[in-house]
């Protein structure tokens, strides 16, 4: 509820008071007009009549700004010009007075070379006098010497047992666990052999350790050494399956190289060279393997290489969902010769590879007839599959596994790379090349799965999946 202080019933007691003395004639209450409390009254009424009146605002008149003169921009001297002529004129000048101060200098020279040559020719030869050079201060030091003038030794670099002691004092070869005499020397001289520069790198790779001598080798090393026969047991291998397999049914050729005649090159074809991987594998059946592959860089194709492929943020993240669903489980699948069985649809697609004589083991050379084919000490053949480093390969394998899966209701997610999924069954499962991680729920599930791919494909399972995409697993479902 608003309240009045004081000032409010004041004015509004005055406004009731004037009012009353304004109506004289009809209030009878009102002293006569001759008397002394009229006389008051209207007093009163003059003074509240002046307090309650409004006084009208007078408008203050504002100070004007005084006006601020503009004062005329101060002309700047000019610079004075100055001409090509009096430039040159200084150059000229100073040249002149160089050459006149390095002309006293040189009379000097000439003057001491022809006083010295006098003074030999005057001095009898057989009375000679030595004149000790003038020392040089310790503040000045010696001249650099010149970089053309050193000289480079152009043997090989030579590994000493200086390089040893180096690396043992700064603890890069010993280690904290003690080991036999014969493995740390093979340790030494595998890390002596990674600082040697003379070393070219490329011969480091796709190589194995060589117990004995502690090098590391290729395929070509490998056959003259100990273990020749275990080695050419792997290539005689490897060639069977990239051809049409062994007789006796112990090897299936997947029909990717075709030897033929090199009359048979087609025109404009460019053949590419051999690669060959040799690894030492003890957890496999046949420890001794070897990879033959394509050399990449010298195919010409001008096709779509891409090949969706997960990361590994996904194969972590399906391993974290295998862990919050209840019920599910996980485990891998291998694809053998995922790439090798993927024809070529037409003829013109093929690719043609020159294969050395040394790299086919003389068994294959007897039962395939390849003797009569070698030329200049090599074989040609034609690639007439998918094989391991041809930029097609990926893709074209690729696309073949999308449309087998598609037909029993395997599909891609379509917003991660190579990750999959069952359009009605609760499977997922992502590709890295030709190994797939597999979370499902429920046996029945995964059998399908597994029945889907050896329509097409030969496959391992590993139920244990201890290891997927580089990752070591240990579960405890």
Same mark, same amino acid.
């Given at each position: 509820?608003?309240?009045?202080?004081?000032?409010?019933?004041?004015?509004?007691?005055?406004? /009731?008071?004037?009012?009353?003395? #304004?109506?004289?004639?009809?209030?009878?209450?009102?002293?006569?007009?001759?008397?002394?409390? #009229?006389?008051?009254? %209207?007093?009163?009424?003059?003074? =509240?009549?002046?307090?309650?009146?409004?006084?009208?605002?007078?408008?203050?008149?504002?100070?004007?700004?005084?006006?601020?003169?503009?004062?005329?921009?101060?002309?700047?001297?000019?610079?004075?010009?100055?001409? %090509?002529?009096?430039?040159?004129?200084?150059?000229? %000048?100073? #040249?002149?007075?160089? #050459?006149?101060?390095?002309?006293?200098?040189?009379?000097?020279?000439?003057?001491?070379?022809?006083?010295?040559?006098?003074?030999?020719?005057?001095?009898? !030869?057989?009375?000679?006098?030595?004149?000790?050079?003038? !020392?040089?201060? &310790?503040? +000045?030091?010696?001249?650099?010497?010149?970089?053309?003038?050193?000289?480079?030794?152009?043997?090989?670099?030579? !590994?000493?047992?200086?390089?040893?002691?180096?690396? @043992?004092?700064?603890?890069?070869?010993?280690?904290?666990?003690?080991?036999?005499?014969?493995?740390?020397?093979?340790?030494?001289? $595998?890390?002596?052999?990674?600082?040697?520069?003379?070393?070219?790198?490329?011969?480091?790779?796709?190589?194995?350790?060589?117990?004995?001598?502690?090098?590391?080798?290729?395929?070509?090393?490998?056959?003259?050494?100990? /273990?020749?026969?275990?080695? $050419?047991?792997?290539?005689?291998?490897?060639?069977?399956?990239?051809?049409?397999?062994?007789?006796?049914?112990? +090897?299936?050729?997947?029909?990717?190289?075709? =030897? +033929?005649?090199?009359?048979?090159?087609?025109?404009?074809?460019?053949?590419?060279?051999?690669?060959?991987?040799?690894?030492?594998?003890?957890?496999?059946? /046949?420890?001794?393997?070897?990879?033959?592959?394509?050399?990449?860089?010298?195919? &010409?194709?001008?096709? @779509?290489?891409?090949?969706?492929?997960?990361?590994?943020?996904?194969?972590?993240?399906?391993?974290?969902?295998?862990?919050?669903?209840?019920?599910?489980?996980?485990?891998?699948?291998?694809?053998?010769?995922?790439?090798?069985?993927?024809?070529? $649809?037409?003829?013109?697609q093929y690719e043609c590879i020159y294969i050395p004589e040394w790299a086919i083991p003389d068994d294959i050379m007897e039962e395939y007839d390849l003797r009569p084919l070698i030329k200049n000490g090599r074989l040609l053949a034609e690639i007439r599959t998918g094989m391991y480093s041809l930029p097609q390969a990926g893709r074209l394998s690729y696309i073949k596994l999308v449309k087998h899966l598609a037909d029993d209701g395997y599909i891609p997610t379509g917003h991660t790379p190579g990750l999959f999924h069952h359009i009605t069954r609760p499977t997922t499962f992502n590709l890295v090349v030709d190994d797939f991680g597999v979370k499902v729920v429920g046996q029945e599930h995964a059998d399908h799965l597994i029945q889907t791919f050896q329509k097409h494909y030969d496959i391992t399972i590993d139920r244990d999946s201890n290891f997927f995409c580089g990752i070591h697993l240990n579960w /405890?479902?």
């Open positions: 509820m608003p309240t009045a202080n004081a000032t409010d019933i004041l004015l509004a007691t005055a406004k /009731d008071l004037t009012a009353a003395l #304004r109506q004289h004639q009809q209030n009878p209450l009102l002293p006569p007009p001759d008397t002394q409390t #009229r006389h008051a009254l %209207t007093k009163l009424n003059e003074i =509240f009549s002046n307090a309650t009146k409004q006084q009208e605002e007078i408008p203050a008149t504002l100070p004007r700004v005084p006006t601020i003169q503009i004062k005329t921009p101060v002309t700047l001297p000019r610079v004075p010009a100055t001409t %090509t002529e009096g430039y040159l004129d200084i150059t000229a %000048t100073n #040249r002149r007075l160089r #050459r006149q101060m390095k002309k006293p200098n040189a009379q000097k020279t000439k003057s001491k070379k022809t006083t010295k040559k006098n003074n030999k020719s005057q001095k009898p !030869p057989a009375i000679k006098t030595k004149t000790k050079p003038s !020392p040089i201060p &310790e503040s +000045v030091p010696p001249p650099p010497p010149n970089p053309s003038s050193t000289r480079r030794s152009k043997r090989l670099y030579q !590994p000493t047992t200086k390089l040893i002691d180096n690396l @043992e004092s700064n603890n890069f070869i010993k280690t904290t666990v003690r080991l036999p005499p014969k493995l740390q020397f093979l340790i030494n001289k $595998e890390i002596e052999r990674a600082m040697d520069p003379s070393v070219d790198p490329l011969h480091k790779i796709n190589a194995v350790l060589n117990a004995d001598t502690g090098k590391l080798e290729e395929y070509r090393q490998l056959l003259k050494g100990i /273990d020749k026969l275990l080695w $050419e047991k792997g290539g005689s291998k490897e060639i069977a399956r990239l051809a049409q397999g062994r007789k006796d049914g112990s +090897v299936k050729g997947t029909k990717t190289l075709h =030897f +033929v005649p090199h009359n048979m090159l087609p025109k404009g074809k460019k053949p590419t060279y051999l690669r060959i991987c040799a690894n030492h594998r003890p957890q496999k059946a /046949d420890p001794y393997c070897i990879h033959m592959t394509v050399g990449g860089n010298l195919i &010409e194709y001008n096709g @779509e290489t891409y090949t969706p492929t997960l990361d590994l943020t996904t194969a972590k993240l399906l391993f974290n969902s295998v862990i919050s669903t209840p019920g599910a489980t996980f485990f891998c699948l291998d694809l053998s010769n995922f790439h090798l069985i993927t024809q070529f $649809e037409d003829p013109s /405890d479902l």
